[in-house]
């Protein structure tokens, strides 16, 4: 049996709860998550990429 092509589907990912969905209309973009219906699913939390530099230097520091 031959082997199957891979294909690639595009979607989107919701930033708060990582949920990933193929939308049905692909000409709109979403208005909120379908998940945890939050309405900032494109945007990261606040202090969220603080919290990730702090702990980089954190272990940083611990390496030297």
Do not use: F, L, T
Not at 4 to 32: A, F, L, N, S, T
Request: proline residues 9%.
């Amino acid at each position: 049996m031959g082997r199957m092509p891979k294909v690639q589907i595009w979607g989107y990912r919701c930033e708060r709860c990582r949920h990933e969905w193929v939308p049905r209309d692909k000409d709109q973009d979403p208005k909120v998550c379908p998940h945890c219906k939050s309405p900032y699913w494109d945007r990261p939390r606040q202090g969220v990429q603080k919290q990730k530099d702090e702990n980089r230097a954190k272990s940083k520091a611990k390496q030297r």
